[in-house]
């Protein structure tokens, strides 16, 4: 009886390892030692993993430019508010601003395009 449970013992100790030595070997063949990049399957839907990624370059705003508009602002604030000058460096504060916005806002040209039917206006036209 106590060679039959040190048996048993001995089958549940060798059954775990000798189950895990049958799993062990399909994980080193799926190892794939290529230098190759992996390929991921792609659903269509947000970023292709399977595309480089694109490192985005900002254009930094010189600091000259950052000096004249403080400069700008200071003498704004200590003008009469709607007077001549008032409107001249508000409209400069303004334009310097567009302008920022301009450089960093890109509309990409082949989004729009350009169809004659959105030139339609629904006019009958006349025979």
């Known amino acids: 009886m106590v060679r039959d449970m040190l ?3 001995m089958a549940l100790l060798v059954l775990p390892i000798a189950l895990g ?4 070997p399909t994980a080193r063949m799926s190892f794939d030692p290529s230098p190759r990049p992996q390929m991921f399957a792609w659903d269509g839907s947000g970023l ?9 370059k900002r254009a930094a705003v010189p600091a000259n430019e950052d000096d004249a508009n403080r400069k700008r602002e200071q003498v704004f604030t200590s003008l009469r508010p709607y007077s001549a000058a008032w409107w001249a460096i508000h409209e400069e504060i303004e ?13 990409c040209g082949g989004c729009l395009r350009h169809s004659p039917q959105d030139d339609v206006t629904g006019t009958i036209p006349v025979d």
């Open 48 to 56: 292709d993993p399977n595309r480089p990624r694109v490192k985005v």
């Open 95 to 107: 334009a310097d601003r567009d302008k920022r916005l301009a450089q960093k806002l890109v509309i």
């Open 21 to 24: 030595s049958c799993v062990a």
């Open 7 to 9: 048996l048993a013992r």
